[in-house]
């Protein structure tokens, strides 16, 4: 499976060593494990799982770019750790938090970064709203905020931008376009985020023949401080989305 991971990521233009496919293996591996008692993925084929899982998070890597020391992610509605944890791997000098309102997931998360001995990455528990209110310690603390697959973009701005520094960037990864997208550009306005790119992505397959995955990144930067009203209170932003 280590080769596989090389070779998947290869094709999609992702280098990986031999020692970051080993713990992203020994991940996966572990994540199937648990998948067995605590429902984490619907995704268990591995070949799906590298794809659907891993290249799938790692394609973030060319947006994220150049890492300093020290530089920050905040991960929203991570799940099992995705893309949180195999952005950990990749990028060892990026300190990673995942952000993740299901206790259970946290665990599994935590769980899995003391097993691969990762000392860049940790899980907090918590709704997205509730860490990131006026006065909190979470708040504009980080250069890259990232979402994959949470909410609607609309809602995922406002999840994200009040965890986001003033110049920092904020990135969504989101499946296949489809006509039921709603605007988001005045909730990323509202939320002080100016637009860089939009991505549309596919993902290959060692056959040529299958299907390739389409995927959509939309990146903004974070223009300014946030005012104080935003988030809104908890669950807001799902039933009253800015736009
Ligand atoms: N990002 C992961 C992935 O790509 O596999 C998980 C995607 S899953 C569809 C969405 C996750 O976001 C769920 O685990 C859910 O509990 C979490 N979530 C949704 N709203 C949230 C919020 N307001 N704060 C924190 N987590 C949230």
């Known amino acids: 499976m280590i080769e596989k991971i090389i070779r998947y990521c290869q094709i999609n233009g992702i280098t ?12 996966m591996t572990y994540m199937l494990e ?22 799938d998070s790692l394609a973030l890597l060319e947006e994220i770019g150049e890492i300093k020391a020290g530089m920050t992610l905040i991960d ?27 206790n259970k997931k ?6 899995a970064v003391e097993k691969l001995g990762l000392t860049n990455a940790k899980a907090v528990w918590g709704r997205a709203e509730e860490l990131s209110g006026p006065g ?29 520094k003033v110049g920092g960037r904020m990135l969504a990864m989101k499946g296949p376009k489809t006509d039921m997208e709603p605007p988001y550009e005045k909730a990323a306005k509202a939320l002080n985020l100016k637009q ?25 930067r974070k223009v300014e401080k946030l ?14 989305p800015i736009c």
């Open 34 to 55: 648990y998948n067995t008692h605590t429902n984490l993925t619907a995704i268990t084929d591995p070949d799906q799982f590298v794809m659907k899982h891993f290249v």
């Open 136 to 164: 909190k310690p979470m708040r504009e603390a980080y250069d890259i905020s990232v979402g994959r697959a949470v909410a609607s973009l609309p809602v995922m701005v406002e999840y994200c931008s009040p965890f986001t």
């Open 196 to 220: 860089l790119s939009f991505k549309e992505i596919e993902l290959k397959w060692e056959d040529p023949q299958q299907d390739t995955i389409c995927r959509q990144i939309y990146s903004f």
């Open 76 to 102: 929203i509605g991570s799940g099992a750790g995705l893309p949180g944890i195999p952005l950990s791997i990749m990028l060892p000098e990026l300190q990673v938090t995942m952000v993740e309102a299901t």
């Open 227 to 240: 005012s104080s009203k935003y988030p809104r209170k908890t669950g807001k932003a799902v039933k009253e």
């Open 16 to 27: 990986v060593s031999q020692e970051q496919a080993q713990l992203l293996n020994q991940y």
């Open 106 to 111: 946290v665990t599994f998360i935590n769980s």
